[in-house]
T-cell receptor, first 111, second 114 residues
Framework: GESVGLHLPTLSVQEGDNSIINCAYS??????FIWYKQESGKGPQFIID?????DKRQGQRVTVLLNKTVKHLSLQIAATQPGDSAVYFC??????????FGKGNQVVVIP | DTAVSQTPKYLVTQMGNDKSIKCEQN?????MYWYKQDSKKFLKIMFS???????INETVPNRFSPKSPDKAHLNLHINSLELGDSAVYFC?????????????FGPGTRLLVL
């Protein structure tokens, strides 16, 4: 498949446990951040976003935390389910809606 | 279904050929994008069009030429294909080309150049 030989940072998590995925961004002027989920063979799917005037935002089972001081973003997934297995990307908006994506993180949920 | 759609899903071709990938969105968005995802899953923007006008053109070889016949369509034509062009190409759209707008991605076109 597409992931043969690919070595992404991988988080293995037991079903039902919480997952935390971290991301460092580079541009201190970026003011909008998005987390995307990409399942095998599919396009990136929007999960949650956060603007720079916030430090936390919650969705359904997901929470994004933003620390502008250290330019760090995290995604927390509560009660991880098998359907959460995917590659997760953070993206920062650098103006003109130019998204710069971070390196993906693979999440593997163990049933 | 409302979505961003791309054709073809798979494209296998020989080096030196010319090929096109098509993208359509029926979300009523003004802005469309092309991204390239390499074998390491790294996603990088290539082009962006707002209402048929080019607004982002990253450092992409001029063998790649986007064309937007209307704001619902953004096609990508690639001339003289090279081995390094093998990748997954994603189309995306957003309501407008402003700083804080979510982009919605299509399913991708998997290009393999032999």
């Amino acid at each position: 498949g597409e992931s043969v030989g690919l070595h992404l940072p991988t988080l293995s998590v037991q079903e039902g446990d919480n997952s935390i995925i971290n991301c460092a961004y580079s541009n201190s002027a970026s003011d909008y951040f998005i987390w995307y989920k990409q399942e095998s063979g599919k396009g990136p799917q929007f999960i949650i976003d956060i603007r720079s005037n916030m430090d936390k935002r919650q969705g359904q089972r997901v929470t994004v935390l933003l620390n502008k001081t250290v330019k760090h973003l995290s995604l927390q997934i509560a009660a991880t389910q098998p359907g959460d297995s995917a590659v997760y990307f953070c993206a920062e908006n650098r103006g003109n809606n130019r998204l710069a994506f971070g390196k993906g993180n693979q999440v593997v949920v163990i049933p | 279904d409302t979505a961003v759609s791309q054709t073809p899903k798979y494209l296998v071709t020989q080096m030196g050929n010319d090929k096109s990938i098509k993208c359509e969105q029926n979300l009523g968005h003004d802005t469309m994008y092309w991204y390239k995802q390499d074998s390491k899953k790294f996603l990088k923007i290539m082009f962006s069009y707002n209402n048929k006008e080019l607004i982002i053109n990253e450092t992409v070889p001029n063998r790649f030429s986007p064309k937007s016949p209307d704001k619902a369509h953004l096609n990508l034509h690639i001339n003289s294909l090279e081995l390094g062009d093998s990748a997954v190409y994603f189309c995306a759209s957003s309501p407008r080309a402003v700083r804080q707008e979510t982009q919605y991605f299509g399913p991708g076109t998997r290009l393999l150049v032999l």
